[in-house]
């Protein structure tokens, strides 16, 4: 077999089109549609491109290539939680989530992007990390996801509104902070003015803990929110639940915090599983009282959503009002993440993208 390896167009900015354009000896306003067929109307064939000669579609669908993930399947919560299961050149499998903002029809949505096949971190309560890792997501597939995301929800809600997607968070399988130059360059090109044109503010990073990939963040020109997964606040805690915690402890995490806040002048959200009988007794609310306090942060509680085949447990309702109680009277801006798209398994740490029937 001979076959061509296809020149990826998807991820690439105009002065890269132009240039590929250039090579192929095509004039330069080409590559402007061509960019506006991408971005703005997520477009992978080259045969839909309605305003480009015939032989050049034919040309660029043999030598390139637009690879938005294919929509295998898409479920639909009460709530209007969208989760589609997308299908990767290689057939591998990710879940991307969309969530509305409100229950008005004309809501806005926050689309939560995977970085990863699986995650090699392995935290004890998530079912992405107990489903193992398969491969880092490149750049261009985690615009796929907003693209082809994007694509799914015009057909159902009329919106010509660009920003039809306010929020894009990288919560979905996968650590950021281990796929670091593709999560970045993905949010360069999400954030380019002349394409998809998403503010930097509407973008979050969360991350269980990589101190690496915190330095780096910190010394990088974004205007991103950082979101940190604490769920503890004793390191015996920690490291049961985020075995990363062994490599970073508590300490150093907190030093890398208060540095990434010190240089940045960004506040943090701190993600919080609550757990019953594991992480939400008066104690635990104690210790996060006293290591947060001092830090220029919003604490987000997420009451766990149950995992089949897991041990954990969501608390009682009256358990979480307690902790949450315990916490604002301490002192910390807490909020309790309303929960949304459980009933068809597409809340935060219930993706895994197994083979759906
Ligand atoms: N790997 C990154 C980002 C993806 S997970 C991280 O861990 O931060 C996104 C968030 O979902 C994290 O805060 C994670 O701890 C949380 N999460 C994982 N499993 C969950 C579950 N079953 N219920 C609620 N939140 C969960
Ligand atoms: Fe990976 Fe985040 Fe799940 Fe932990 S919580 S296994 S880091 S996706």
């Known amino acids: 077999m001979n076959a061509q390896i296809k020149t990826e167009l998807l991820g690439m900015n105009m002065q890269e089109l132009e240039e590929y354009m250039a090579s192929m000896g095509e004039p330069r306003f080409r590559s402007r549609q061509i960019h506006k067929w991408i971005y703005q109307k997520e477009v992978n064939s080259f045969y839909d491109m309605s305003d ?12 390139a290539q637009i690879s938005i993930p294919r929509v295998l399947k898409q479920r639909v919560s009460v709530d209007g939680t969208r989760k589609f299961l997308m299908e990767l050149e290689d057939k591998k499998r990710i879940e991307t989530v969309l969530i509305p903002q409100s229950k008005d029809k004309n809501t806005r949505y926050t689309l939560c992007v995977s970085t990863q096949v699986g995650c090699p971190i392995g935290c004890a309560f998530c079912a992405t990390g107990v489903s193992g890792f398969q491969r880092n997501l490149k750049y261009y597939e985690i615009v796929g996801e907003y693209l ?3 694509r799914e929800l015009e057909k159902k809600v009329k919106a010509e509104d660009n920003a039809l997607i306010a929020n894009v968070v990288y ?3 996968g650590e950021p ?3 670091y130059e593709d999560v970045i360059k993905s949010i360069r090109i999400l954030n380019d003015s002349i394409g ?32 940190i997964s604490l769920h503890a606040c004793n390191d015996e805690t920690r490291n049961d639940l985020i075995p990363l915690n062994r490599k970073y402890p508590i300490s150093e995490l907190m030093e890398a ?18 757990l019953d009988n594991i992480n939400v007794s008066r104690a635990d609310a104690d210790d996060m009282i006293k290591l947060i306090k001092p830090v220029l942060a919003n604490v987000n509680l997420i009451p766990y959503n149950e995992v089949e085949g897991l041990i954990y447990k969501k608390p009682s309702d009256k358990t979480i009002m307690q902790f949450y109680n ?29 083979r759906e029937r």
């Open 52 to 63: 480009l000669p015939r032989e050049l579609r034919q040309k660029l669908d043999e030598k």
């Open 148 to 150: 082809g995301a994007k």
């Open 171 to 173: 919560m979905g399988m």
């Open 177 to 179: 902070m281990l796929n």
């Open 196 to 227: 998809i044109n998403l503010g930097q503010r509407h973008i979050t990073i969360s991350t269980s803990g990589d101190i690496g990939g915190i330095n780096k963040l910190t010394r990088e020109d974004l205007q991103v929110t950082l979101a």
């Open 257 to 274: 915090i208060n540095n990434y806040i010190l240089e940045t002048n960004r506040r943090v959200t701190f993600e919080y599983i609550m």
């Open 326 to 354: 315990w916490l604002v009277n301490g002192g910390l801006n807490v909020t309790i993440r309303e929960e949304k798209g459980s009933d068809i398994e597409a809340a935060c740490g219930q993706l895994r993208a197994k």
